[in-house]
């Protein structure tokens, strides 16, 4: 039998031994490996050594395979990685495909290092009955998307600007496409309905050309108001566009020269984020103190006495617009003794107005994308 395990050993890459003990299964001889081939695989591989010249009669063996989590992980994640499809709703059988997977095989380096991360990062408790499982309930959760993307940015070292992993889209494309495609329909049924025309394929393939190039801009648009807040956060335009796969210029020419009119009243907040968080405040209960029947602008007043400096400058991205309505209400007729804090909330909102963008000695100071985990907001 000890013969028969080095055999074993040397056939199979893995360490194998043989025991004589009781298992649950009965009295009796036991191999004994750690991952390494499934089952079946070593019991063929047994029956092979046996024929071979061994003595020993393997009908009557037992076999014991003790799992690691790296490896039951591991397994699970070679089959979605090869149809990211099947993490929608896992099948038992690849739940649990360890049992039918052999190691060492050919699990690609990319499912072995998304597996480590997987385990480490997972939050799964020492105490849990079935680490394992609850690692692939991780995976389940986040996603081959979120697990891509956060082990690039979660390893990525200090200053390093490689690009980010490609996304799979097919889970997000089939709702997309069919409300995209109805849509679609709907306005070049509405761009023709009036021509003659309109059920000529010819006018029809016009129509939705010039959809096309709308749908691009719509797209440029949304990538720019995630990207402003961004830039005043202190990343720099062209790491943001080498990250996400571009070419160094490719988001500056995109977004256009008006990119920084944009960033300059963000730019301004956060320089001021003390200053006008406290004019705000103030101006809003000096309105609620003066005013003696109906409140004036009483939605405007809430968002200024919402937005905090504790919170930092993205908290008050919606108050100017508030100030800018909350003065001309009050114009006319200010509520008794708020002018002074309504005149100093005029005076920061002409600043924030005025504001130019940032120079380039500022642009230059600014820090690539790092692991630090990044909320992107609208600027709206």
């Known amino acids: 039998m000890h013969k028969l395990a080095r055999t074993l050993s040397s056939n199979t890459g893995v360490e194998v031994t043989a025991t004589y003990d009781d298992f649950g299964s009965g009295l009796g001889w036991h191999l004994e490996w750690i991952d390494g081939p499934a089952v079946d695989t070593m019991r063929k591989a047994a029956r092979s050594a046996a024929r071979a010249g061994s003595v020993v009669d393997v009908a009557g063996l037992r076999y014991r395979r003790d799992r690691t989590d790296l490896a039951v992980v591991a397994a699970f994640l070679s089959k979605v990685v090869a149809e990211p499809v099947l993490l929608i709703n ?3 059988e690849v739940l649990h495909a360890y049992d039918q997977t052999d190691f060492p095989g050919s699990i690609p380096p990319e499912v072995w290092e998304l597996a480590r991360f997987a385990i480490v990062h997972s939050g799964v408790a020492d105490y849990s009955a079935d680490p394992a499982r609850d690692v692939i309930d991780h995976v389940i959760r986040t996603g081959l998307n979120g697990l891509r993307l956060d082990l690039a940015l979660d390893t990525r070292q200090p200053g390093e600007q490689s690009k980010l992993p490609a996304l799979d889209v097919a889970g997000v494309l089939d709702s997309l496409e069919k409300g995209v495609t109805h849509s679609l329909s709907m306005a070049v049924d509405e761009l023709v309905s009036g021509s003659a025309h309109r059920d000529d394929p010819i006018v029809r393939l016009h129509g939705i050309e010039a959809l096309r190039n709308e749908l691009t801009k719509m797209a440029d648009r949304l990538q720019r108001t995630v990207a402003v807040p961004a830039l005043v956060d202190g990343f720099s335009l062209s790491s943001m566009s080498r990250t996400i796969g571009l070419s160094n210029r490719a988001l500056g020419m995109r ?3 008006e990119l920084g ?19 705000c405040a103030a101006a809003a209960a000096a309105v609620r103190a003066g005013s003696s029947f109906a409140l004036p602008g009483p939605h405007e007043l809430w968002l200024l006495e919402q937005g905090g400096a504790g919170e930092g400058w993205r908290s008050l991205v919606g108050t100017p617009e508030a100030a800018r309505r909350l003065l001309a209400e009050t114009r006319k007729s200010p509520p008794r003794g708020s002018e002074g804090a309504l005149a100093e909330l005029a005076r920061l909102l002409d600043d924030h107005d005025r504001a130019e963008p940032p120079g380039r000695r500022e642009g230059r100071a600014r820090q690539p994308i790092t692991s630090a985990p990044i909320r992107m907001e609208s600027a709206d």
């Not at 944009?262 to 956060?270: C, I, K, N």
Request: glycine content about 8%.
């Open 261 to 279: 009119g944009l960033v300059a009243p963000l730019a301004w907040l956060r320089d001021h984020v003390t200053e006008w968080a406290a004019a």
């Open 255 to 257: 977004f256009g020269p």
């Open 90 to 92: 896992p099948p038992f």
